[in-house]
């Protein structure tokens, strides 16, 4: 993945960007990846979920704040996401 | 000291590597007795930018054998190293129980580490700017990264310790695992090395240290030249090799196959220079080890011998030989396989000990290649380009001697 070039990406985008980030990483079918999939059920751990924030990071031009650790399912990532682009764009 | 009378004997059972002479014991020995050099064109994009053009390889791609998500999160260095650890359980055939996992552990030696992670990390920092580093840099880059994950993957719960001693990293690790045995703290353990540092970063610091060989025009697998005049200097490599070390007890009663006895090991620092080696260094480190075997000098017929190929190594082994070994040095066979498949750093002593185990094994002494110009002042039979067969072989020793100062030496016996 490169980075994102969308503007204002929806919720629904963030999203998918995430579950490809996943899908690539775990090796899983992009299928059975759905928003309120539990990441841990998904076979993350928690250095997993950094790992896929930090991606994030990267894609869609953004910074994470330290402090952020309440997630649980795609869609907790999701919204985090979705909110430090709006809060963050450039 | 000699043994106690209750002291275990330790064997070898198993053996693995990526190197740059194959990846299966059957590629090693074929090429390695064959005096066929694994040194080529060094084959990555930041070949235009180094003085120093050739190295040596291994091939060894990680997709073929782990998932995306293993092999993204260790470096280089890890992922060689676990596989060999595959492979060696599975040439001994053992079958590690819970009763063995906390009777069993890894010793494992590496001298820069996950380079390359760690590279990675700097470039990302200083060349890009980027404010953060991937979260797995730590985990990749930590000098204790491929022990861990050796662990990890066989769930042993036994002792879990990495040598860093420069290029005596890994005749360390399988020195002081057969003393865990010996010492029945242990009853099987994974003992070996792995290096992965050709980086950009890692080559151009070796590259300032001006010990590397230049290319040799008419032929690069010929540039790495031992115990010859026109010798230029070392060739980097990287690779992995592991060792599944027994007690004979354990060995016999699973009526495993055993390879040769570790029989002795060495260890003395030299104590002269960061990095010119001494004639006292490296034959208190020798003397060490045949004291430790309780073996008088005369016993050795074979030394894989540290040679790299630099003047002052090849002049000071051939010196510290004779002081050791007296009349007797000019009976016995020296060999530096280095000549083929270059310096391993971290990972040289466990190869070699392969290298050496395989020779006690088939009663075969890999050649020095390479070595059409003896130097006058290295005068020993230092086995020139042919591998040469010797049917009563029973006790050889393996040299590795390290920046830093660090000596180890192991001496390998046939089982009879």
């Known amino acids: ?90 | 000291m000699a043994y106690s009378s209750n002291a275990q004997r330790v064997v070898i059972t198993g053996l693995s590597i990526v190197s740059p002479l194959g990846n299966s014991l059957a590629e090693l020995t074929k090429n390695v007795f064959s005096g066929i050099s694994g040194i080529k064109r060094l084959d990555t994009p930041f070949v235009d930018q180094m003085d120093c053009k050739i190295a040596a390889q291994a091939q060894f791609n990680p997709e073929d054998y782990f998932t995306k998500h293993t092999y993204s999160m260790l470096d280089r260095t890890s992922q060689i190293a676990l596989h060999t650890s595959i492979e060696a359980i599975k040439d001994a055939h053992l079958t590690i129980d819970d009763a063995l996992k906390p009777r069993m552990g890894i010793y494992l030696g590496t001298g820069m580490g996950g380079a390359q992670s760690v590279e990675d990390g700097y470039v990302r920092l200083f060349k890009d700017g980027a404010s953060r580093l991937k979260p797995f840099t730590v985990l990749m880059g930590m000098n204790n990264a491929a022990a861990s994950a050796i662990a990890l993957e066989h769930k042993l719960t036994g002792p879990n310790q990495t040598f860093s001693t420069a290029c005596s990293s890994s005749a360390v690790a399988i020195g002081e695992a057969s003393r865990l045995i010996r010492h029945g703290y242990a009853d099987v353990m994974l003992a070996g090395g792995t290096e992965a540092l050709l980086t950009f970063g890692t080559m151009k610091a070796w590259e300032a240290l001006r010990t590397l060989a230049e290319e040799d025009p008419s032929d690069i697998g010929a540039s790495c030249k031992p115990f010859s005049v026109n010798r230029t200097g070392l060739v980097l490599g990287e690779g992995a090799a592991m060792l599944v070390l027994e007690s004979y007890e354990h060995a016999v009663a699973r009526g495993a196959k055993i390879y040769a006895e570790v029989a002795g090991y060495g260890a003395a620092n030299d104590c002269n220079h960061i990095t010119q080696p001494s004639v006292n260094g490296q034959s208190a480190t020798m003397q060490a080890a045949l004291n430790d075997a309780n073996l008088s000098a005369n016993a050795i017929q074979y030394i894989n011998a540290h040679g790299t190929g630099t003047k002052l190594n090849d002049i000071t082994e051939t010196n510290s030989i004779k002081k050791v070994f007296g009349s007797h040095a000019h009976e016995l066979s020296v060999s530096s396989t280095k000549s083929m498949h270059g310096h391993l750093m971290g990972a040289a002593g466990a190869l070699e000990a392969v290298i050496t185990t395989l020779a006690v094994h088939s009663n075969t002494l890999p050649p020095t290649i390479n070595l059409a110009h003896p130097d006058p002042e290295c005068d020993l039979d230092y086995v020139p380009n042919h591998s040469k067969t010797l049917p009563k072989l029973e006790y050889a020793m393996s040299n590795s001697f390290a920046f830093g100062g660090t000596g180890a030496a192991l001496i390998l016996k046939k089982l009879n």
């Open chain 1, 1 to 90: 993945m490169t980075t994102n070039d969308k503007v204002n990406p929806s919720i629904e985008e963030v999203s998918n960007a995430l579950a490809k980030m996943i899908a690539d990483k775990m090796e899983i079918d992009i299928a059975t990846i759905l928003p309120e999939s539990n990441l841990q059920e998904l076979g993350l751990d928690s250095l997993d979920t950094f790992d896929i924030i930090f991606s994030a990071e990267d894609y869609f031009k953004i910074k994470v704040p330290n402090d952020q650790v309440n997630i649980t399912t795609l869609h907790d990532v999701a919204i985090l996401v979705h909110q430090l682009i709006l809060t963050q764009k450039p």
